[in-house]
Every structure is written in C-alpha cells, then in structure tokens.
C-alpha cells in the first residue's frame, strides 16, 4: 500500500512556505505517496479539515508568499479533547507520517506527539525570527531580511532630508537576527537586539558622535523584543497571550522615540515593519531552501527516520532531532553584533 503523508503549517506565516508545499508533493508523486493537506495547522487536524493534495494544485506556487494550506497559532495541548481529535482525525484519514512546518511550538507539538503516542512526524524549520537552533537559516528569514533592508534604505533618505532620528521596529521577540542583518545590510547607525539590553546613554552618544561630523540625521533599528538595562519585561501591544504562552509584542520604538526627544531636543520618528515583513515574495534562496528543506522531509519518512527536524547546515540538509533543536536557543553572532559598531 501506499504510503500516506499529512502536511500542515503552523504559527506565524512566511514568504516561502508554500515552495516547501510544492517540494513535497513532488517528492511524494515520485515516491508514489498521497499526501494530504492540513488547513490551518493544528486547528485543522483537530477540526478534520484537509483535502488532497496530490488532486489540487501546488502549480505556480513556489513564487507566491504565505501558505495556501492557511495556518493559525493553535496548540491542541491547550485545547479540550485537542489530542484525542488529533489522534482520531490522522487515524480517520489514515496518515501514516505528518511533516509540519513552523517554529518551535509548532514542531513542538510534533515532538510530543511522538514521543507520547508513536505518531510519526518530521519538521521543518520555518520563522522569520530564524531563532531555531541546529539550522543556520529557517524558511522565510531571508525573504523578510530583504524587506527589513529595504525599508531602511528608503528610510535614510527621508532621514536625511528632514535631519531626524528614524527608529525602525522590527519582529524579533528572542532573537535579533532580523535586526542585526537588516541593520548591517542597511547601514544602520544603531541596532538594538534582545540579546543585549541596550543604554540610552549609549545611544544619545552614537547620535551626539554623528553630528559632530556633520551627519545630521541617524537610522536605528530595534527588534520587537529588545528592552533597556534595568528592565525585566519587554514592550507588549496588548495583554493577549496565545495558546503556546506568547504575548503580543510591540511598542519599544516608541518608548525609545520619545526617550530620544526628552533628553535631546531632536525630532524623532517611528516605523514599525508589522506584518510587512511576512508577505511578498520569497527571495531566491528562500525558495532553493524550502524546496530543498521539503524534498528532504519527504525522504526522511520514506526512510523511516522521525521524530526528527530538517536542518540547514554548512550548505547541506541534515536531520536533527526534534527536542533537540527546540531545547537549545540560538542567539546571533555576538562576534557580528559588535562589528555592527564599527558603522555609525
């Protein structure tokens, strides 16, 4: 008989995802495999709506952003009978092995279901925040670095013109590698990451340094989840928390904005990236990588390895275990942060 895959997408959305899709029905045609799409992440395996894949289309996809299989930020562990509807549905449309893309809860809960109830699963890495340890780049990073980079070089002209301090807010709740990159890429006069909690005083000094020679205007980019020396908690848009724990972040670029105006006099605006960051099209890396990362996924059960998650190392894919990745943070090249201060 043949084999049987389910796929699904979970958590936070990203411009290559659907190439990852689109790899894996290839692959599971060339295996003879159905495969079986999942609507919105767990939310649809425990609800039990999905469609075959193999019959619909991934035609035309690898170019365009988000995911046609729809996601959501839901956590059958969270959810009254969720596990036991996730265990009846896979039995119900007779999945033999689930490959999930997402981050770290959405894989998470691939682990788990593995280790407690021998329900096969592979992951792949998939976050703008490319925070997954054992990868050197998650799907969807290197397609929102390219939007972060953009937006600060349109934004030094405008800076220039009107000689004011720009903030940028980037997404980044635990990990700055969207700020960092983007920053560096950018020309970014200063880069504030959650990894370093940061010294207004350090800050005005880099601004005061800058028009002393004449640079009338600074660019400084924050992630979303960077917050001050001496402060505990990071800036929350609202007090909502998610299934998987995580508040709403958002806000530190206005905090740092009005700091800015209070100790200098100088004209300050903000502009927060938001969702801007998820949408649009992959870059070419990204569509290599998630095309790469899905044909991976698909040989990893047609060998029977699971519980395992598809990585992205030293320009090869390999397969690391689950809670392995997940247990491990990955913070940025701190070695990177600090030739960031060189360019000011």
Known sequence: MAKKIGVLTGGGDSSAINAAIRAIKKKCISYGYDLFGICNGWDGLIKGTGYD???????????????????????????????????????????????????????????????????????IPQTIDNDIACTDYSIGFDSALEVVTDAVDKLHTTASSHHRIMIVEVMGRDAGWLALYGGLAGGADVILIPEVPFDYDEIIQVIEERKQRGRDFSIIIVAEGAKPKGVGQQVTASERVDSFGHVQLGGIGDFISREIEKRTGYESRVTVLGHIQRGGRPTAFDRILATRMGSKAVDLVHEGVFGKMVCFKDNKMVAVPIEEALKQQKPVDMELYELSKLFH
Do not use: H, M, W
Not at 89 to 105: C, E, Q, S, V
């Open 53 to 123: 894949l193999i019959k619909e289309g991934a035609t035309g996809t690898i170019c365009v952003g988000g995911t046609y299989l729809g996601t959501s930020r839901t956590n059958p562990y969270k959810k009254e009978n969720g596990v036991e509807a996730v265990r009846e549905n896979i039995k119900k449309f007779k999945i033999d092995a689930l490959i999930t893309i997402g981050g770290d809860d959405t894989n998470g809960v691939t682990g788990k279901l593995l280790a407690q109830y021998g329900i096969n699963g592979v992951g």
